[in-house]
């Protein structure tokens, strides 16, 4: 076979076409997209920063929560532990201090409460074989 | 140079930005056409990249520094677009880039914007064969008919190498024509 020698041949050209008319609408076309990239730039930019700081807020969140349990946990031990240690050791509280905080709703309630008591009481009476004796007493 | 200062003032210049870049679409819509239709091979792609290209060429506009010449700046632009977009039509393909372009190649016979005969098909399939950076060069050289000082700029090289990479390419082309 002849060797090929390209500078032997006549120019070779690429053989590629465009359609008519191709160059006339393609910078109406180039324009067309820029414009509108530029509208669409903007909300999606504004989106973008939107969920990025829902994301930064739903994090800060997450790490918070055992924070936020550990502290309410402590306080409510401490708060008990405290109540306890100054009832016991540190007030002179005796019964006529506690009477006098009750006010008259406390005292319905405890009505209410002795009410309920004095059923029990008589099914416990009538229930029990030994009621003559308690009687006698 | 001076000129092309005033120009690209003028391209950042909101005032008239849009005259000045419609100039520029008409003065290089063309030879970056051609440039990304080399690399390409068929129309609709090359119209896409252009496209994007020119999108680019917009949005980067402000970060131009002048540190080259705008054509190189934009022909940088355009073979990178060009060559990404081979890269991904390839692994969305999942083939190589080469096989790729065989196909292309195949189907410029039936392309309706094609009219080459039988030797401008085995062209293009022996400048498939060459390394990435000859083929760019073979093509700027002897189809966009560049000078080696332009493709230098354009892809950062010494025209020098241009030149050893340009015979190197010429060298299997031919051989690949001869031999099939």
């Known amino acids: 076979m002849k060797e090929f020698k390209l500078e032997n041949e006549s120019k070779i050209t690429t053989g590629f076409k465009t359609p008519e008319n191709y160059f006339n609408d393609f910078s109406a076309k180039v324009l067309n997209q820029i414009n509108e990239g530029e509208v669409k730039v903007i909300p999606i930019y504004k989106?973008?920063?939107?969920?990025?700081?829902?994301?930064?807020?739903?994090v800060f969140i997450a790490l918070m929560i055992p924070v936020v349990n550990n502290y309410n946990n402590t306080s409510k031990d401490l708060d008990a532990n405290t109540l306890e240690t100054y009832l016991a050791y540190q007030s002179n509280l005796n019964q006529y201090d506690l009477i006098n905080q009750l006010d008259t709703k406390d005292i319905e309630s405890l009505n209410n409460n002795v009410a309920l008591e004095k059923e029990t009481l008589e099914d416990i009476l009538s229930s029990n074989p030994n009621i003559e004796s308690l009687i006698s007493e | 140079m001076t000129d092309e200062k005033e120009f690209i003032a003028q391209l950042l210049n909101p005032k008239t930005q849009n005259t000045a870049f419609q100039?520029?679409?008409?003065?290089?819509?063309?030879?970056?056409?051609?440039?990304?239709?080399?690399?390409?091979?068929?129309?609709?792609?090359?119209?896409?990249?252009?496209?994007?290209?020119?999108?680019?060429?917009?949005?980067?506009?402000?970060?131009?520094?002048?540190?080259?010449?705008?054509?190189?700046?934009?022909?940088?632009?355009?073979?990178?677009?060009?060559?990404?977009?081979?890269?991904?039509?390839?692994?969305?393909?999942?083939?190589?880039?080469?096989?790729?372009?065989?196909?292309?190649?195949?189907?410029?016979?039936?392309?309706?914007?094609?009219?080459?005969?039988?030797?401008?098909?085995?062209?293009?399939?022996?400048?498939?064969?060459?390394?990435?950076?000859?083929?760019l060069v073979f093509k700027m050289k002897y189809?966009?008919?560049?000078?080696?000082?332009?493709?230098?700029?354009?892809?950062?090289?010494?025209?020098?190498a241009l030149k050893a990479s340009y015979h190197h390419a010429v060298k299997k082309i031919e051989l690949y024509v001869t031999s099939n």
């Open chain 2, 143 to 160: 189809f966009e008919e560049l000078k080696y000082e332009e493709i230098a700029e354009i892809l950062g090289t010494s025209v020098g």
């Open chain 1, 47 to 58: 989106r973008k920063k939107v969920l990025a700081m829902l994301a930064a807020a739903v």
């Open chain 2, 23 to 135: 100039k520029l679409l008409s003065d290089y819509q063309r030879p970056l056409y051609s440039h990304i239709r080399n690399i390409v091979l068929n129309h609709d792609d090359a119209d896409d990249v252009l496209q994007n290209t020119f999108v680019k060429i917009f949005q980067y506009l402000k970060n131009f520094k002048g540190e080259s010449k705008l054509f190189s700046w934009m022909y940088r632009i355009a073979t990178n677009e060009a060559l990404t977009f081979l890269n991904q039509k390839a692994k969305l393909s999942g083939i190589t880039s080469e096989a790729l372009q065989n196909k292309t190649i195949d189907n410029l016979k039936a392309d309706v914007y094609f009219d080459g005969d039988e030797i401008q098909i085995k062209l293009q399939k022996a400048i498939v064969t060459l390394p990435e950076k000859q083929q």
